[in-house]
């Protein structure tokens, strides 16, 4: 059995109008569900093995967040360029080549992918607002062994329902 964690970034600012998408940076809102997914996730033990994300600005700085604020000392942030604009496909394939001795990892990515993952692992349709974290439990011994159906949704935690923002 492994544990998936798929979180889509914070939310991120529209104010520069120059700046391009990859670039665009957590904005205050973001800046307050980063920290508090970390907290959040860490009071529910969710501690993953791995964390994986997404190169763009936004994502790094939410994955960086949820990791201090997570206190997850011992898991590094590994940055996969493939990750940024990627097909759930293309994040499958990305999962089943994660280091086998890892039991749970978390993907911070974006969307429509991380919905499509949910979709195609779990056969849900869940809605993955910024800064929302899907828990998957996977029947598999290996990541390599990934395919459609073989998830369990345990939970979609979106921070606007725990707390004011």
């Keep these: 059995m492994k544990r998936l964690y798929l979180l889509r970034h ?49 994502a790094i700085e939410t994955a960086e967040l949820v990791h201090e604020s997570a206190k997850t000392d011992n898991t590094e942030i590994k940055l996969v ?33 991380m919905e499509g993952v949910i979709r195609l692992l779990t056969g849900r349709s869940e809605t993955m607002p910024t800064a929302a974290l899907a828990v998957i439990d996977l029947n598999i011994e290996h990541w390599n062994d990934l395919r459609s159906g073989c998830g369990t949704l345990v939970e979609v935690v979106r921070p606007k329902e725990h707390m004011d923002i």
Excluded: C
Aim: charged share 20%; no cysteine; hydrophobic share 45%.
């Design 10 to 58: 914070a939310k991120s600012s529209w104010n520069d109008p120059d700046l391009a998408d990859f670039d665009r940076p957590l904005n205050e809102r973001g800046l307050v569900a980063a920290p508090f997914m970390g907290r959040l996730i860490a009071s529910k033990n969710y501690v993953p093995d791995l964390i994986i994300s997404s190169p763009a600005r936004r």
């Design 81 to 113: 360029e493939r990750v940024y604009e990627a097909s759930p496909q293309t994040l499958l394939t990305i999962i089943a080549g994660l280091d086998a001795a890892a039991g749970s990892a978390l993907l911070v990515g974006h969307n429509p992918g």
